[in-house]
């Protein structure tokens, strides 16, 4: 994946935030396996072809970044996908949506979400974004207190519907 110059690298002592990798797919979908909202089988061979399918377009289109944490090996630790769009009742203006915000079951409490979640806001703030918003979902209370810790509050009702 081509990294524009925009694409800076936080690192913070042993943890580096960048762009994900496509090589890093199988991390991130354990990662959100832990997190119980990737099937149990994900990655397997049969549904490799659509992980990295997506994972080409989102890097091709700058309305999207996905993040990875790294330790000092190399190992991929922790992710989120930031996208952006427009709000046409906020004047059209541009505004960030964080989604899947995970870190590996036994990295957390060493501030990775914390890093990941300010590098996702630098960048939004880079790219003028006015607002982050995000979705969690309702039965994940320690990520709902991790949001608010981070002075995110809550305003919206969600809702969601399989098609």
Wanted: without cysteine; proline residues 4%; charged residues 30%.
């Amino acid at each position: 994946m081509m990294h524009s110059p925009k694409d800076i690298r936080m690192k913070d002592d042993a943890i580096l935030i960048e762009p994900a990798e496509r090589d890093d797919l199988p991390a991130m979908i354990a990662i959100l396996r832990e997190g119980q909202v990737a099937p149990k089988d994900a990655w397997s061979e049969a549904d490799a072809p659509a992980y990295l399918a997506a994972f080409d377009e989102m890097a091709a289109d700058p309305r999207y970044a996905l993040l990875v944490a790294r330790d000092e090996g190399g190992a991929v630790l922790g992710m989120l996908q930031l996208n952006f769009s427009r709000a046409l009742p906020d004047h059209g203006a541009l505004k960030a949506i964080l989604e899947s915000v995970f870190v590996a079951e036994a990295a957390r409490g060493r501030g990775i979400g914390r890093l990941l979640v300010a590098e996702a806001e630098r960048r939004a703030q880079a790219r003028g974004a006015r607002r982050v918003q995000l979705t969690s979902n309702k039965v994940r209370l320690d990520a709902h207190r991790f949001y608010r810790t981070l002075g995110y509050t809550q305003g919206h009702e969600g809702f969601s519907k399989s098609l």
